[in-house]
């Protein structure tokens, strides 16, 4: 077999979908799989859906994803370049190469120019849709001739380029996850395929330029299956060697129905912002619509290269679930560094007021030990914020009933101003002095076990149940616990 060679072919039209990132994800995958090729091309033939900056946002996301490709469009010394023997890879720069491809379809007869105004064909889509037709293409000017058309053309009359299909003929083509489909031209529309803004339509330009770039696998959403007919029989107008192909499950959320802006997330940036880690993003991700035949869950990269083929890949749509995605988040946190994530926190504890830059720089020990606190509990890097504001806030509430109980113990005044006379002993609780300072209130109190943890926990944190109580003590501070059991003992 000849090299493999894939490619993700985004629109820039703004941020990269999760459903994106699982299709450039699955042809990576493919590629370094078979030691091929991945290339990302930029597909802007729309140019009235552009939008600014996308090119950029759609490569950084993939960057952090770590979903690495060997030719097309890079980001480098925030340049946009371009890499690879078969460029440009940015179709915009591309249309004199589609031009000769339309002219070529005309002359074999496989495309004709059309005429209809806009108006027109308003007019006919709206009595086909009363009539419960689907809407389609009457072949208005099908039968002009080619020489009077050119006329027209040359006379400067405004047009575009439609795929001529023959009236009642079966396509055939294999999908390796659907197997084979047959589809007749009489459910498919002919196809504008130039625009009259002289550029080429999607399905123009993606057959020659996956021909051109001797693509090999076609991996894309199953939601281009439909156009798949038209592109087949290009390739065969052309007479070129066609592709596999490889359509996969939409991404859908728990009502099953496809992942949209209105119910929340869907782009690789939200989830980047709210603390995701690439790694369980994309170990995730990598899960809804595909599984190792071992249904091992927890994979690395390598391991889902290694892995990876298309009978795994299911054929109905994959559910996209928010609190598997937190589990398995939470697993990639949890086995990450301290530094790690203490680095990727500073910032949301900053956002959150809790702390400034400075502060940042000048207590980054602490703040290791702060994380390290929570890190357990972690889903998201950004639920360090809520976990952690109990240790910042200058008054504490206590709504826990249970918490609430624990102080009407009739030793708590007495544990209390125990604590309180211990901490006259010292300057400033290290890590040294926490770790001693229960066993310490012990002796001197007398009081033990739960009476002794349980309410010095309510005081100090203002509930039962959190973290390492070694750790709370230290990260509070001789002041802050002063004020808080002062606060609790004036409220008894
Ligand atoms: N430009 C198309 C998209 O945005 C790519 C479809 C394909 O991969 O052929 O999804």
């Not at 994803?65 to 078969?86: L, M, P, R």
């Amino acid at each position: 077999m000849s090299e493999v060679r894939v490619r993700f072919a985004p629109s820039p039209t703004g941020y990269l979908h999760i459903g994106g990132l699982r299709t450039a994800l699955y042809n990576y995958f493919f590629a370094r799989n078979n030691k091929g090729k991945f290339i990302l091309r930029i597909e802007d033939t729309d140019q009235t859906r552009l939008v600014e900056d996308a090119i950029e946002n759609l490569i950084k996301s993939l960057e952090w994803a770590g979903v690495e490709y060997d030719e097309g469009v890079f980001v480098e010394n925030h340049q946009i370049v371009q890499k690879g023997e078969y460029g440009p890879y940015i179709q915009s720069q591309r249309l004199d190469i589609y031009k000769k491809y339309v002219d070529e379809l005309i002359e074999k007869g496989h495309a004709y120019y059309c005429f209809c105004s806009k108006d027109r064909l308003d007019h006919l889509r709206d009595e086909q849709k009363i009539k419960g037709l689907v809407p389609k293409y009457d072949g208005f000017c099908k039968n002009i001739s080619l020489e009077e058309a050119k006329k027209r053309v040359a006379a400067g009359e405004e047009h575009v380029v439609r795929l001529k299909l023959p009236h009642d003929l079966d396509i055939k083509f294999h999908d390796l996850v659907r197997g084979d489909i047959v589809i007749n031209t009489k459910d498919i529309d002919d196809q504008v395929l130039l625009k009259s803004d002289g550029f080429p339509t999607y399905h123009m330009a993606v057959v020659v330029d996956d021909h051109l770039m001797k693509i090999t696998h076609i991996v894309r959403g199953e939601e281009w299956l439909p156009s798949t007919p038209k592109h087949i029989y290009l390739y065969d107008a052309f007479g070129w060697e066609k592709p596999e192909y490889v359509h996969l499950p939409t991404v859908l959320n728990k009502d099953r129905k496809k992942l949209s802006k209105r119910q929340g997330d869907v782009s690789v940036d939200d989830f980047r912002l709210k603390g995701y880690l690439p790694e369980g993003m994309v170990n995730y991700l990598a899960l809804v619509g595909w599984s190792p035949d071992d249904n091992e869950e927890i994979l690395t990269m390598e391991e889902m290269v290694e892995k990876f083929t298309f009978e795994r890949v299911s054929k109905t749509g994959g559910i996209f679930d928010k609190d598997k995605l937190d589990w398995v988040n939470g697993h990639y946190i949890r086995s990450s560094s301290v530094e790690r994530i203490t680095d990727l926190a500073i910032p949301y504890l900053i956002e959150a007021g809790y702390i400034d830059q400075e502060f940042a720089e000048n207590n980054y020990e602490w703040l290791q030990v702060l994380v390290d606190t929570v890190k357990e509990s972690l889903s998201t890097v950004m639920e360090v914020v809520e976990k952690v504001k109990f240790i910042f806030d200058d008054e504490l509430e206590i709504v826990e009933e249970g918490a609430k109980n624990l102080l009407k113990g009739e030793q708590v005044p007495e544990l209390l101003n125990g604590l309180l006379e211990e901490l006259k002993n010292v300057e400033e609780i290290d890590m040294e002095y926490a770790k001693t300072f229960m066993k310490t209130v012990q002796k001197s109190t007398g009081i033990k076990g739960k009476n002794l943890f349980m309410p010095t926990r309510v005081a100090i944190s203002g509930s039962e149940h959190g973290p390492e109580m070694v750790n709370i003590l230290y990260l509070l501070g001789k002041d802050k616990i002063i004020k808080r059991v002062n606060k609790v003992l004036n409220d008894l």
